[in-house]
Nanobody, 120 residues
Framework: QVQLVESGGGLVQAGGSLRLSCAASGSIFSINTMGWYRQAPGKQRELVASITRGGSTNYADSVKGRFTLFRDNAKNTVYLQMDSLKPEDTAVYYC??????????????GGQGTQVTVSS
C-alpha cells in the first residue's frame, strides 16, 4: 500500500504565496510522474502541473510564471510553490502520483486534498 499526505494549504491574500507538499510512503519502488490537480466549486478538476521523474515539467496556462513544481526523489515528495496567487486559484488541490510499487506494477495514487483559499 501507498499513502500520500498533503500539507501547506490555507488562506492567503491575493498576491501572496503558499507552498504545498505531498509526500508518499509505503511499498514504493519508484515514482514516475507526480502532479497536482485542483477543483473549484462548480468546476471540473483540472491539471495544475506535473513533473516527470527526470524533472520535466508541464503547467496549466493559467499558472505559468506563477507556480513552480519541483520534486525530491529521495523523499518521495513533490512541492508546488504558488506565488502571485489570485482569487481564481481558490480550490481544493490534490496530488496524484504514478507509483511503481515493490511488486513492479505502476498504479495511480492520490492525496486527500488540501484547501487553498485566496481572498481579494
Amino acid at each position: 500500500q501507498v499513502q500520500l499526505v498533503e500539507s501547506g494549504g490555507g488562506l492567503v491574500q491575493a498576491g501572496g504565496s503558499l507552498r504545498l507538499s505531498c509526500a508518499a510512503s509505503g511499498s514504493i519502488f519508484s515514482i514516475n510522474t507526480m502532479g497536482w490537480y485542483r477543483q473549484a466549486p462548480g468546476k471540473q478538476r483540472e491539471l495544475v502541473a506535473s513533473i516527470t521523474r527526470g524533472g520535466s515539467t508541464n503547467y496549466a496556462d493559467s499558472v505559468k510564471g506563477r507556480f513552480t513544481l519541483f520534486r525530491d526523489n529521495a523523499k518521495n515528495t513533490v512541492y508546488l510553490q504558488m506565488d502571485s496567487l489570485k482569487p481564481e486559484d481558490t480550490a481544493v488541490y490534490y496530488c496524484l502520483f504514478m507509483v511503481v510499487t515493490t511488486d513492479y506494477y505502476e498504479r495511480a495514487y492520490g492525496g486527500q486534498g488540501t484547501q487553498v483559499t485566496v481572498s481579494s
